[in-house]
């Protein structure tokens, strides 16, 4: 069974400062992973995915993350934080083999950038 | 290029009615895939349409139903409903394939009194 791990419920960092959040996944076959992030009384806004190929992958607003296959995780960063990213963030896995759309999403990340 | 529709935004029912959500995908996206978030249990996978048929189901009673029309659009359907229902629940398109993305619509809040 896929499954992804936040172990952060919250995270506070200061404006300017880099911002980690960490996720953590196992998944049987090939993982496909993203990040998703969602403000307040909104749907899921993509942010990145992870297929195959370089493990350092570029997303929307800034946003990056890193795949590191030996620690089954797949950290999402940016160098520098705004006010404007405090919401709330999902990790995801998909199994990429099977075609199918389904989304394991872990229980979420809480980001709140204080000016 | 439109994104994905969720009608209505919000619903208030009580218990024991029924409730029908709709969805319309992107434009020629032919997944359609339903969530319940909820703050106790968060995202959690419904089911998943493909071209009018049901391909993978979530671990929800049989109160939730679903179905996909031929124009891929959606409808999902709560019978009998319970205050657990209570949730925000979000439809994703896609194109269906292996690597494809999920688009996500606002969602419909769903409120059972």
């Known amino acids: 069974a896929q499954s992804v791990a936040q172990p952060e419920d919250q995270v506070n960092v200061a404006e300017g400062n880099p911002l980690t959040v960490k996720c953590t996944y196992s998944?049987?076959?090939?993982?496909?992973l993203f990040w998703y992030v969602q403000y307040p009384n909104r749907g899921l806004q993509f942010l990145l995915k992870?297929?195959?190929?370089?493990?350092l992958v570029k997303g929307s607003y800034g946003f990056e993350a890193e795949f590191n296959k030996s620690q089954t995780s797949f950290h999402l960063k940016k160098p520098s934080a705004l006010v404007s990213d405090s919401a709330l963030y999902f990790c995801?896995?998909?199994?990429?083999?099977?075609?199918?759309?389904?989304?394991?999403f872990g229980t979420g990340t809480r980001l709140l950038v204080s000016p | 290029k439109a994104g994905v529709t969720q009608t209505p935004r919000y619903l208030i029912k009580t218990r024991g009615q029924q409730v029908t959500l709709s969805c319309s995908p992107i434009?020629?996206?032919?997944?359609v895939s339903w969530y319940q978030q909820t703050p106790g249990q968060g995202l959690q996978f419904l089911f998943e349409?493909?071209?009018?048929?049901?391909?993978n189901k979530g671990n929800f009673p049989g109160r939730f139903s679903g179905r996909q029309f031929s124009n891929s659009r959606s409808e999902m359907n709560v019978s009998t409903l319970e205050l657990g229902d209570s949730a925000l629940y979000l439809c994703?398109?896609?194109?269906?394939?292996?690597?494809?993305?999920?688009?996500f619509g606002s969602g419909t809040q769903l409120s059972v009194l």
């Open positions: 995801a896995v998909r199994d990429m083999d099977t075609g199918f759309q389904k989304l394991v």
């Open positions: 998944v049987s076959g090939n993982p496909y």
């Open positions: 349409y493909f071209s009018e048929t049901q391909r």
């Open positions: 434009s020629g996206h032919r997944s």
């Open positions: 992870y297929i195959t190929g370089d493990n």
């Open positions: 994703a398109s896609s194109l269906g394939t292996g690597k494809a993305k999920l688009f």
